[in-house]
T-cell receptor
Framework: AQSVTQLGSHVSVSEGALVLLRCNYSSSVPPYLFWYVQYPNQGLQLLLKYTSAATLVKGINGFEAEFKKSETSFHLTKPSAHMSDAAEYFC????????????FGKGITLSVRP | NAGVTQTPKFRVLKTGQSMTLLCAQDMNHEYMYWYRQDPGMGLRLIHYSVGEGTTAKGEVPDGYNVSRLKKQNFLLGLESAAPSQTSVYFCASNDRENTGELFFGEGSRLTVL
């Protein structure tokens, strides 16, 4: 069975600092991997996805993530945090089957200090 | 451009009452899903559907029923609500060409007293 581990439940950074949100996956087949963002009182929206093309994936709002098979990781980064990045971030994994379903991590809340 | 619409957005129930959450999507997606979100638990799949007239159990199906009579609608029912079902419920949809990417509604906050 697939699973996703997001270490920690809360990350706090200063505005302008590097953002690093960690995600490790467990999958028996080559996975598809996703990062979703949830702003307060809203649904989830896709930040970026890895689907076996380039290992470095660029997403919206300056975020990117790198797929590292040897480390079974898909960490999310952004060079310079902005106040508007404050939100909850979810890593998710699915297998490559036609009826594949997403399995979500528990989420990480990102706070940005002025 | 509505996407995925959930109704109602807020509801308060007493233990034992029943209710139905409605999800409607206008993207002609084959697959639809109901998730619940609880603090520290992430999103957990309740039920899903891979096409009109089909439904299947997810990770936490107990206490819920679903129906997909029309392709664009996916209903989630609680026959006898319990306080443990207090949660935020999200509907999502996609099709096989989306390689797993889900499109979410804005959520329905349910409180069971």
């Amino acid at each position: 069975a697939q699973s996703v581990t997001q270490l920690g439940s809360h990350v706090s950074v200063s505005e302008g600092a590097l953002v690093l949100l960690r995600c490790n996956y467990s999958s028996s087949v080559p996975p598809y991997l996703f990062w979703y963002v949830q702003y307060p009182n809203q649904g989830l929206q896709l930040l970026l996805k890895y689907t076996s093309a380039a290992t470095l994936v660029k997403g919206i709002n300056g975020f990117e993530a790198e797929f590292k098979k040897s480390e079974t990781s898909f960490h999310l980064t952004k060079p310079s945090a902005h106040m508007s990045d404050a939100a909850e971030y979810f890593c998710a994994v699915s297998d490559t089957g036609a009826n594949s379903k997403l399995t979500f991590g528990k989420g990480i809340t990102l706070s940005v200090r002025p | 451009n509505a996407g995925v619409t959930q109704t109602p957005k807020f509801r308060v129930l007493k233990t034992g009452q029943s209710m139905t959450l409605l999800c409607a999507q206008d993207m002609n997606h084959e697959y639809m899903y109901w998730y619940r979100q609880d603090p520290g638990m992430g999103l957990r799949l309740i039920h899903y559907s891979v096409g009109e007239g089909t439904t299947a159990k997810g990770e936490v199906p107990d206490g819920y029923n679903v129906s997909r009579l029309k392709k664009q609608n996916f209903l989630l029912g609680l026959e006898s609500a319990a306080p443990s079902q207090t949660s935020v419920y999200f509907c999502a949809s996609n099709d096989r060409e989306n390689t797993g990417e889900l499109f979410f509604g804005e959520g329905s906050r349910l409180t069971v007293l």
